[in-house]
């Protein structure tokens, strides 16, 4: 299959060339999945796709377009080059587009450390079926579980190849697999939901249906029963589920697009401090089994791992091509693409400096406050840090949790914040984003 989209790509090159393009490239990706539903122990919904979709990217002048299609017949490849060609020439010039330099292209690289994908037989309808059921099972044995909402499992494999007239070509292939369900106790309108879901790029490393489904049916009865929390300035404990989210907005706010806009946050903060001393935020995208891995960006250019902060202080912005010629700027190899639109940038891999005490040592540390493990909405000022979401958990006195609480409001400010967060030490490290629970001092909450 890497072999015929190499070809396709190609192919894709050359029908650009033909069709009067300066410079090109180009995007093949193929997948195949399944995916398997059940309730209530019988088959609920099955599902099974395949397909290949090709983008192509041309340059006229200083002008670009873009056009995509899933037909591979030489017939479609030509036309796809002719509209773009048409396209490119009449939109408007910008003078940060173009492929790299030669000279900046990877020319060598090992996929194999990584371990993208499992070389392992995929698994049957009837595997899949049969972890979705014992996930339903589990959390049925769970005392207070009342329904089972729903429990799947999947598995997909895809593989992309990307070239371009620079001399670049370079491809490879992932695996997943997963499992979740999602578990209610209550009835009518005392009905309260919680889910747990875990995914793999190798399914030998995946959880145990069994185990995943407990796990959901244990979270959802821990929810019956809810009452509104106090309204007053609070510690806020952000759980291990939910933390990556908090970073998240941090990651948004230095990404170069927010940057080159003028509309971030964090747009004067090169090189203060963002997140307290100690702690640094890396990206690594040569981690083995893990989902943000990859030895290239969608420009070509080499990943390597660097600190975004570094001892608390902002290192760097998240940099493509564009973004980094707009800036003066190098490229941090951060180019993602789909088949339809050109190059943005995106961070991979992340982890978060892990602490030194565990979740439960914070949340006897934090005295009266909130443990946060679902949020629900969002408004975020991406100009000035302002956050605001509705957020449900567990009310937290004197370090000992009393009991569980939704409909209310966390509010605060990102830059502060985050410059106050006390990390634990349960980040998961097989997850693209290692961020442990996350301990926030004086947020306020909305509540009763």
């Known amino acids: 299959m890497t072999a015929s989209l190499e070809s396709l790509t190609f192919a894709l090159l050359d029908a650009a060339k033909a069709a009067g393009a300066e410079a090109a490239d180009s995007i093949a990706v193929s997948g195949d999945s399944q995916s398997i539903e059940v309730l209530n122990g019988k088959l609920e919904h099955a599902e099974r796709s395949e397909g290949v979709d090709l983008g192509l990217r041309v340059f006229v002048g ?8 899933s037909d591979l017949r030489p017939e479609t490849l030509r036309a796809m080059a002719e509209r773009a060609v048409a396209m490119a020439s009449e939109a408007p010039e910008d003078p940060n587009c173009g492929l790299a330099d030669p000279s ?99 399914g ?9 489904g407990r796990i959901a049916g244990e979270r959802a009865v821990s929810r019956a029963g809810p009452k509104k929390p106090p309204t007053g300035a609070y510690p806020v404990l952000f759980d291990e589920r939910i933390s990556s989210g908090l970073i998240g907005h941090l990651v948004a706010a230095i990404n170069g697009s927010s940057i080159a806009r003028g509309s971030s946050w964090l747009k004067d903060a090169m090189g203060q401090q963002v997140l307290p001393e100690g702690l640094s935020l890396i990206e690594d995208p040569h981690r083995p089994r893990t989902s943000g891995s990859k030895p290239f960006d969608a420009e070509g250019l080499s990943t390597t791992r660097r600190a975004i902060i570094e001892n608390g202080i902002l290192q760097g912005w998240t940099l493509d ?15 993602a693409r789909g088949t339809s639109a050109p190059p943005s940038p995106s ?11 565990s979740r439960e040592d914070l949340i006897s540390m934090m005295g009266t406050g ?17 956050y605001s979401r509705g957020a449900s958990g567990f009310w937290v006195e004197n370090g000992v949790i009393t009991g569980p609480v939704n409909e209310c409001t966390i509010a605060g400010n990102l830059r502060e914040m985050l410059g106050s967060i006390r990390p634990a030490n349960d980040g998961r490290a097989h997850l693209s984003r290692v961020v442990p629970s996350l301990l926030v001092e004086g947020l306020t909450i909305a509540g009763a």
């Open 62 to 69: 200083q002008r670009q377009a873009c056009v995509s299609a």
């Open 104 to 202: 900046q292209l990877a020319t060598a690289w090992d996929i194999e450390p990584l371990e993208l994908a499992d070389p392992s037989d995929a698994p049957t309808s009837a595997e899949l079926q049969q972890d979705a059921l014992e996930a339903e099972e589990a959390a049925f044995a769970v005392k207070g579980v009342t329904q089972v909402q729903g429990s799947g499992a999947g598995y997909s494999r895809s593989a992309i190849h990307i070239a371009a007239t620079n001399g670049f070509s370079g491809g490879y292939a992932r695996t997943s697999r997963s499992t979740s369900c999602v578990a209610i106790t209550g009835e009518g309108l005392e009905m309260e939901r919680d889910y747990n879901g875990e995914g793999r790029i190798f």
């Open 204 to 212: 030998a490393d995946l959880p145990s249906a069994t185990e995943i």
């Open 321 to 335: 091509l564009a973004t980094a010629r707009k800036l003066g700027l190098e490229s941090t190899a951060n180019a």
């Open 347 to 357: 961070a991979g891999n992340l982890s978060l400096t892990q602490g030194t005490e």
């Open 370 to 386: 909130l443990i946060v493990t679902s949020l629900i909405g969002s408004s975020i000022n991406a100009n000035t840090g302002d």
